[in-house]
């Protein structure tokens, strides 16, 4: 099983983008899905959290400017990025609790940049 996140780019500060993160291979389920991101000398933070039947947690960094959704095959997950800031420069990650036949993990997509210039 994988996790693909797509997306990123530059974007100008006030613009928006869309992350999207969708999983491949075999699995049963998928339950909570996030978003995190790291910035250069910054510690991995996480941004939102969604769980399987839509439950939304969200960064106070992100509230009210980023939305957090699940595609109706549940297996793919997006951020919605409005209103972006510099401060909100970093490699944005999917992660996904991923439950197969034999055991349930938590899976780390590659990563995608997001740069918002001032």
């Known amino acids: 099983v994988q996790l693909q996140a797509s997306g990123g780019g530059l974007v100008q500060a006030g613009g928006s983008l869309t992350l999207s993160c969708a999983a491949s291979g075999m699995f049963v389920s998928i339950n909570n899905m996030e978003w995190y991101r790291q910035a250069p000398g910054n510690q991995r933070e996480l941004v939102a959290s969604?769980?399987?039947?839509?439950?939304?947690n969200y960064a106070d960094s992100v509230k009210g400017r980023f939305t957090i959704s699940r595609g109706n095959d549940k297996k793919t997950v997006y951020l919605q990025m409005n209103s972006v800031k510099p401060e909100d420069t970093a490699v944005y990650y999917c992660t996904g609790e991923v439950t197969s036949l034999i055991t349930t993990r938590m899976l780390w997509g590659q990563g995608t940049q997001v740069t918002v210039s001032s």
């Open positions: 969604i769980t399987s039947d839509g439950r939304r």
